[in-house]
């Protein structure tokens, strides 16, 4: 009976640690205006300039094992997440090597939107990405743009949708 507890106990301890080891990190910078939860330690922020704005870019371990890039555009009045993405398909995705579109999908989060997801290869591998378009306001419309090889972005999919619902402006 002791042998038993002290078993269950033991259990219970490393239960603990584990789900401790892939607790959600909130991400905050003052360098951009918006937060958002990572799913578990696995997701690494990358800062870089790009001359005029300062982007925060995530990587899942490897960068072809899953990459994140967010930005912020600004629109005309009334367009929506789906004009954009309209856009981005036909002047930005279609000329990527190996495209193979997918399908639009509505979406709801703290922001709501829309995502799409689509094939292509690069240096002979199979590739995949998937956008998140999230309308901020009337104006404004962040795209959670994430890739990586096919299977290995697939394998993580419930990450790219928690990271993409937890996504808000400060």
Known sequence: MRATK?????????????????AQQVFSDDEVEYTLELPNATWKSSS??????QH?????????????????????QGRTTTDVLERDRDFKLRIITGYVGGKEERFAGRLDGVT??????????QMAGRVYYLQADSRTVYT???????????????????????????
């Not at 799409?116 to 591998?125: D, H, I, P, Q, R």
């Not at 959670?144 to 790219?160: A, D, S, V, W």
């Open 6 to 22: 002290f078993l269950f106990a033991c259990a219970l301890a490393l239960l603990a640690c584990a789900q401790a080891a892939t």
């Open 144 to 170: 959670l743009h994430f890739t990586g090889q096919r299977e290995k972005l697939q394998r993580i999919r419930n990450q790219t949708d928690a990271i993409a619902r937890s996504f808000r402006l400060k």
């Open 56 to 76: 925060v870019d995530f990587i899942y371990g490897e960068r072809t094992d899953g990459y994140l890039k967010i930005r912020r555009e600004v629109v005309e």
């Open 48 to 53: 870089r300039a790009d001359g005029a704005h």
């Open 116 to 125: 799409f997801g689509y094939e292509y290869t690069s240096a002979g591998k």
